[in-house]
């Protein structure tokens, strides 16, 4: 089935416009009699946040905004899927065109704004699945417009915590006016406390659902310190590193499309996110687990994230271009650096790069 995606569907797709060809990999991915991927070797398991990983590889957050697919998404042999990001309310997003494929760099740029069903049908179809097992998050986010965006966290938090393996705290969309500013540190605390406040009410009807922040790789480093430092104190379950960038680096080819606004992502994020997460990860000191996202498209990126900090792993982008083979490429290349250092699980090898990653000079 994946075999035939790769040679048959993928030039197609490729035909058409980005977010056309998304929303028929939804359907297709919808009706697929996709078989069940194979069981993970042990030694890629993860224990993390409470909950046990199969394996490392998550589909990230804006690939299944509406919960259609995850059950399809597991099957393909992910680990986990992070749905959403759902706003409480529909909102179309910003207008079309709104997603830009970058060939030459392997890379995206996109500023939907979080086109989104909304909570009631996203709702729905988690509750649908609650009992089919697989680790599913959710993303959530703001309404453009509300008139108290913390409170719409709450209310998120409150309904999703239920049906829900963890919950994503996305405040680092750059494309929703404003919403980024909710990591400057004041906004952050009083955020996460009020988060926090509503997931220990909702824990003794819905059990303990761990609470993530998902943070942009623009920060200033001593923002960073401020985010890592209130992510500590107001114990947050973990953290995702990151969300898609505003920056361009210098040695994009596509210098056209390189000017359409929006956040970047894939290939050309990668060095950006990896000293973003290992900047993170030093600064975590063990607290927490961190997922890292940003330009995986091989085993050796997935690697190296894992070595700059990162328990867990998601991508999005890379699968645009490498389709979904890319996931059993990425385990058989952790399985092999495993056997080559004569390992027998992941841990040991996270973070073990991170100090000398933030020595290097900085991502340009
Ligand atoms: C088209 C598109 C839509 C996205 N939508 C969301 C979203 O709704 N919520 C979110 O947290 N991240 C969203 N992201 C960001 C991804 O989850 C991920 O953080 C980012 O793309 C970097 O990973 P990648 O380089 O593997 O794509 C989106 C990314 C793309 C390309």
Redesign the pocket.
Known sequence: MIGLFERLARPFLHALDPEDAHSLTIKMLACAPLPRAAGDDKRLAVRAFGLNFPNPIGM???FD?NAEVPDALLRLGFGFVET??VTPLPQRGNPRPR?FRLNADRG?I?R?G?NSQGAEAVLRRLAARANAGGIVGI?IGANKDAADRVADYVRLIERFAPVASYVTI?IS?PNTPGLRNLQQAEALDDLLARVIDARERVARHAGPTPVLL?IAPDLSLAELDDVVGIARSRRVDGMIV???TVTRPANLRETKRAKEAGGL??RP?LPLATRMLAETYVRVEGAFPLIG????DSGAAALAKIRAGASLI?????LVFCGPGLIAEIKAALLAALERDRLDGLGELVGADAAAVTAEAWPG
Do not use: D, E, H, R
Request: charged share 5%.
């Open positions: 990230a957050a804006g905004k959403g990001t997603v995206a996109n939907l979080f993303n996305n969309s998902k990151g969300n898609t992502s894939g994020l996202v940003g330009g995986i998601q991508l999005y982008s890379a």
